[in-house]
């Protein structure tokens, strides 16, 4: 496809689960980011990655947040043992600018944690 | 720290009518600054963005916003709402000095009435 895709899009999670999120970035897009986008708020900015290398995961909010992109295309966001306050949209973006300009947004995987 | 504020969590308008959606950013250099539209369960689609070229920028659907530096502002503007314009809207700040770390405000949702 020609633009970021995110699986699932809607994931239900009772707390205490661990859960991961899936994102396609458009092909050849060296940079990926992932934003945590709270109801009713803008998103903010979890982590980014440069290929596969984690150049800034200063937005995790806890340990309990990884993320990993190890071929530098695909990448995972996994949430370990979730909370309630980890309900939110979560955005993947990528670019294909150095440096970065525009970013192209997936359409989010809403998580619920129950 | 850069920020970004958006008056209006709210606003309405008629078919037809002017819309006007406000960003005011705090920077000393003037940033890169974007704005993005969001519909229901979608991500982000970029609607126009400033990079320093003209003040006028001219986006998609009929959207065009113009930089301000004096007033440190960046509103969007249509001529005429169209009921499809409903959505909510981010303005987003992106420091030119090479970050990649976009800022986003709180968001406007524009409701059009008919």
């Known amino acids: 496809g020609a633009g970021v895709s995110q699986s699932p899009r809607y994931k239900v999670a009772k707390r205490g689960q661990d859960v991961a999120l899936r994102c396609d970035p458009i092909?050849?897009?060296?940079?990926l980011f992932w934003y945590q986008q709270a109801l009713g708020q803008g998103p903010e900015f979890l982590t980014y990655?440069?290929?596969?290398?984690?150049?800034?995961k200063s937005g995790l909010p806890s340990d309990r947040f990884f993320a990993e992109r190890p071929e530098g295309s695909v990448s995972t966001l996994k949430i370990q043992r979730t909370q309630q306050e980890d309900s939110a949209v979560y955005l993947c973006?990528?670019?294909?600018?150095?440096?970065?300009?525009?970013?192209?947004f997936g359409p989010g995987t809403r998580l619920t944690v129950t | 720290a850069q920020s970004v504020t958006q008056l209006g969590s709210h606003v309405s308008v008629s078919e037809g009518a002017l819309v006007l959606l406000r960003c005011n950013y705090s920077?000393?250099?003037?940033?890169?600054l974007f704005w993005y539209v969001q519909y229901p369960n979608q991500g982000l689609q970029l609607l126009l963005k400033?990079?320093?070229?003209?003040?006028l920028v001219k986006g998609i659907n009929g959207f065009e916003a113009e930089f301000k530096k004096s007033e440190t502002s960046f509103h969007l503007t249509k001529p005429s709402a169209h009921m499809s314009d409903a959505a909510e809207y981010f303005c987003?700040?992106?420091?030119?000095?090479?970050?990649?770390?976009?800022?986003f405000g709180t968001g406007t949702r524009l409701k059009v009435l008919a």
């Open positions: 092909s050849g897009h060296v940079s």
């Open positions: 990655f440069q290929n596969e290398a984690q150049l800034d």
């Open positions: 973006a990528s670019s294909g600018d150095l440096p970065v300009n525009e970013q192209y």
């Open positions: 987003a700040v992106l420091p030119t000095s090479g970050t990649y770390k976009y800022i």
């Open positions: 400033y990079t320093s070229a003209a003040t």
């Open positions: 920077s000393s250099v003037p940033p890169y």
